[in-house]
C-alpha cells in the first residue's frame, strides 16, 4: 500500500500500463510456517477501488527467498514478456510462444523450457488466455489453483504484456535471525501451535475448506440461486466431496497442507479436467448452490476448468448467478445472450459460458465485464438491484449475512470490496464462544453481543479481525491459520511480533502491531478516497435490505437500515475515521507523514 499509495497517478486508468502492479512478500513469507503469502497490488481494473489481491502456493516464498520483498512492474513492453529470476537477478524474455496458453500447457512448456521442476526449483506467477483478454473475472494464477483472485488481478497483469513471472532458485532456503542463530525452534513451536489447534487438526488438514458448507446450508445461510434462497442440498456437504478427494497439497513449508486435490477417475468425461486441485469453500459455494448445481463431480469439473481458465471464481461464480437470475426475471433475454437460455443448474451450459469469457466470444464479452456489465451499457439498470457487490467487487463469501451482522458488516466496509478475506468474524457461528460472554469480550477487546443476528458489539469485532488479517497479511501469514478467522488458538500477533524479532532484530508490542493493521486500513481508506469512494461505498446489496430470509431458524431476518448506519457510526468511531468513513484529521497527518514524508494542512477560513 505505501508503494500504490505513492506511486497511483489517479488521472489515468486502472488498465494503463503506467498504474504499477505490485507483487510483495511478507515479513516472514517463506521463513515461518504457514507464512507462505504474498500480496499483487495495483488499482483494479474490475471495481476501480484498491486491488490488493494474497495468494500462496511457491511463488511468494520463493520471491523472498531471492531477496526480493516487492516487485513493482509498469510500462509496456513491445512483445508479450516473461520475467525469469535466479539468484536474485531478473532478465526479460520473450513471451511469445507462451501466448494462447491457459495455465496446465503453461505451466508445463515453461517447466520443459527452464528444464526445471514445480515446488523443487520452480515456481511461477502467469496469467491465461482470460488475462491477455483483459477479462475482469481473471486472475494472475500462483500454481496449479492458486490464485492472486480479487479484484481483476490477470487483466492488469494482462495489461502489462507480461505473461509470466518465474522463479528459478532461490538464494538461500534457510536464513539466520538478525543474531545469526537459527529460527527453527520457534518455528517448530509455531508449527506445534497449527497442528494440534482443533480447526486444523480435525477439518482443515482432512477435507480442507469444504467443511464449511454443511453449518452454513444447516443455519440458512447459505447463498442460493443469486440469494434470493438461502439453503441448498446436503449432497455438497464435504463427506460428499470425499469420495473424489486424491489427497493433499499445501504451500511452502505449511505443515498444514489443506488444499484437497480431486480425481473423478471413471465418472469422469475422460479429458483433462477430470482431475485437479480443490475445489476451496468459495467455488463449491459459488459453482453449487448460487448456480443451482447439486451434483459434486460437476462442481469439482467446473472448479478444474476454472483453475485451467485461471478465474476468480468468486466473481466468476456471482457473475452467472447474477446473470442468471436477470434471465429469470426477462431482464434480459437471448438478445442479450446471444440466443443462449440462461437455466439454474445447467453444468454444460456453465461450462460453456467459462470458455467464451475467457475468449471474450459472443455472451462471454458481457461476462468478462463482471460487475460492471451495467456501466459497460450491457444490462439495464435495474439489473443493479440484484448484483451481489459492494465497491464493484462481486461477493466471495457463499455465506448469505442477512442473519450474521458481523459478516455483513465486515463485507460493507471491507476496502476492497465485498470480500470476506478482509475481516469476517468467522467466530460469530462458534457456538462454545457466543456462550461466553467474558471470553468473547476478551478475545476481541470489547463488548460483542453472542447472538449472531443482533448489531451489538459486532463493529468492535470487525475492527479487532481487520487489524489482525492486515498485519497478517503484511508479515506473509495465510489467513486460514491466522487467530481469529478459523480459531482463537492460531497465531497471532504474539507469535508474530517473536519471529519478526527474531528474524530483523526489531521489536513491536502487540498493541503496536495492532496500530499497524489499522493503519493500513487508514492508508487504504485514502486511497479509495483518491478514487472517488468513501461512505458511499461502505454498504450492502439491496437484497440484503430488503428481502426477509425465508427458511431456517432465522427466518423473516434482514438487514435494517437505521440499525446497519448506526453500526457503521460505531465502527467509523472506533476506528478513527470521520462520519465519511476517512481517517480524522490528526490521524490523516500521521498517515500522510509516513507515506509521503511530509504533509501540508491547509485551514479554510471559517
Ligand atoms: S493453510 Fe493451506 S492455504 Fe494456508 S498456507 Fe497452509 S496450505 Fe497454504
Not at 122 to 139: C, D, P
Not at 162 to 181: F, H, Q, W
Not at 296 to 310: A, E, M, S, T, W
Not at 520 to 528: D, V
Request: hydrophobic letters at 35%.
Amino acid at each position: 500500500m505505501f508503494y500504490l499509495y505513492n506511486l497511483l497517478d489517479p488521472t489515468l486508468e486502472p488498465l494503463d500500463p503506467q498504474v504499477p502492479l505490485i507483487f510483495g512478500a511478507g515479513i516472514l513469507t517463506g521463513l515461518v510456517p504457514s507464512a507462505a503469502r504474498g500480496n499483487a497490488t495495483s488499482w483494479s481494473p474490475e471495481t476501480r477501488v484498491i486491488m490488493d489481491s494474497n495468494a500462496g502456493d511457491y511463488f511468494p516464498s520463493f520471491l523472498k527467498l531471492n531477496d526480493i520483498d516487492h516487485l513493482i512492474i509498469y510500462g509496456l513492453p513491445t512483445e508479450w514478456t516473461m520475467l525469469v529470476i535466479k539468484k536474485g537477478e531478473i532478465t526479460f524474455h520473450s513471451a511469445k510462444k507462451y501466448l494462447g496458453l491457459d495455465n496446465i500447457d503453461l505451466r508445463h512448456q515453461v517447466a520443459e523450457d527452464l528444464d526445471g521442476i514445480w515446488v523443487r526449483n520452480l515456481a511461477m506467477v502467469n496469467i491465461t488466455r482470460a488475462g491477455e483478454n483483459l477479462v475482469k473475472t481473471s486472475g494472475i494464477m500462483a500454481g496449479p489453483k492458486s490464485i492472486f483472485a480479487r479484484g481483476a488481478t490477470g487483466a492488469k497483469m494482462g495489461s502489462l504484456r507480461l505473461k509470466a513471472v518465474v522463479t528459478d532458485g532461490v538464494i538461500n532456503y534457510n536464513p539466520k535471525s538478525a543474531k545469526g542463530e537459527d529460527i527453527k525452534p520457534y518455528n517448530r513451536h509455531i508449527a506445534e501451535t497449527l497442528l494440534e489447534t482443533s480447526v486444523v487438526k480435525n477439518a482443515l488438514s482432512k477435507r480442507g475448506t469444504p467443511f464449511l458448507y454443511k453449518p452454513s446450508r444447516l443455519l440458512g445461510a447459505m447463498g442460493t440461486f443469486n440469494h434470493q434462497e438461502t439453503t441448498w442440498t446436503d449432497a455438497l456437504d464435504a463427506e460428499n466431496i470425499d469420495p473424489y478427494r486424491s489427497g493433499m497439497a499445501g504451500c511452502f513449508r505449511c505443515p498444514v497442507n489443506c488444499r484437497p486435490l480431486n480425481d473423478l477417475k471413471q465418472e469422469g468425461k475422460g479429458d483433462r479436467y477430470d482431475a485437479g486441485d480443490g475445489p476451496e469453500y468459495v467455488t463449491l459455494g459459488k459453482f453449487g448452490p448460487d448456480i443451482g448445481i447439486k451434483d459434486p463431480k460437476q462442481v469439482i469439473r467446473l472448479n478444474n476448468i476454472c483453475n485451467d481458465l485461471g478465474f476468480d471464481t468468486a466473481s466468476m461464480g456471482s457473475t452467472i448467478a447474477w446473470a442468471m437470475e436477470l434471465f429469470q426475471r426477462d431482464i434480459i433475454n437471448k438478445n442479450t445472450t446471444g440466443g443462449l437460455e440462461l437455466e439454474w443448474g445447467n453444468a454444460e451450459l456453465v461450462e460453456k459460458l467459462l470458455f467464451i469469457t475467457s475468449r471474450r466470444e459472443g455472451f462471454g464479452n458481457v461476462l468478462a465485464e463482471s460487475a460492471s456489465a451495467v456501466d459497460a451499457g450491457y444490462y439495464p439498470k435495474e439489473a443493479l438491484k440484484y448484483r451481489m457487490a459492494v465497491k464493484g467487487l462481486m461477493q466471495s463469501d457463499p455465506h448469505d449475512s442477512r442473519i450474521l451482522k458481523g459478516f455483513a458488516l465486515g463485507l460493507a466496509v471491507a476496502t476492497r470490496g465485498m470480500d470476506h478475506l478482509r475481516n469476517r468474524v468467522t467466530l460469530e457461528i462458534n457456538a462454545k464462544i457466543n456462550d461466553d460472554p467474558a471470553y468473547k469480550t476478551k478475545l476481541y477487546g470489547g463488548k460483542v453481543s453472542g447472538e449472531p443476528n443482533s448489531y451489538e458489539g459486532k463493529d468492535v469485532a470487525v475492527r479487532a479481525c481487520e487489524n489482525i488479517f492486515a498485519v497478517g497479511d503484511a508479515v506473509g501469514m495465510c489467513r486460514f491459520t491466522t487467530k481469529l478467522f478459523n480459531s482463537p488458538n492460531l497465531p497471532g500477533y504474539e507469535e508474530f511480533a517473536q519471529q519478526i524479532e527474531n528474524l530483523t532484530g526489531l521489536k513491536f508490542t502487540e498493541k503496536e502491531l495492532d496500530g499497524v493493521g489499522l493503519n493500513i486500513m487508514g492508508l487504504e481508506r485514502l486511497i479509495n478516497h483518491r478514487l472517488g469512494i468513501s461512505r458511499n461505498g461502505d454498504t450492502l446489496p439491496e437484497r440484503w435490505f430488503e428481502e426477509e430470509i425465508k427458511v431456517g431458524p432465522y427466518k423473516g431476518e434482514k438487514i435494517d437500515r437505521k440499525e446497519f448506519e448506526n453500526m457503521l457510526d460505531r465502527f467509523y468511531q472506533i476506528s478513527k475515521l470521520d462520519k465519511n468513513g476517512l481517517p480524522r484529521l490528526e490521524w490523516r497527518k500521521e498517515l500522510t507523514k509516513v507515506v509521503k514524508g511530509f504533509c501540508i494542512t491547509v485551514k479554510m477560513p471559517d
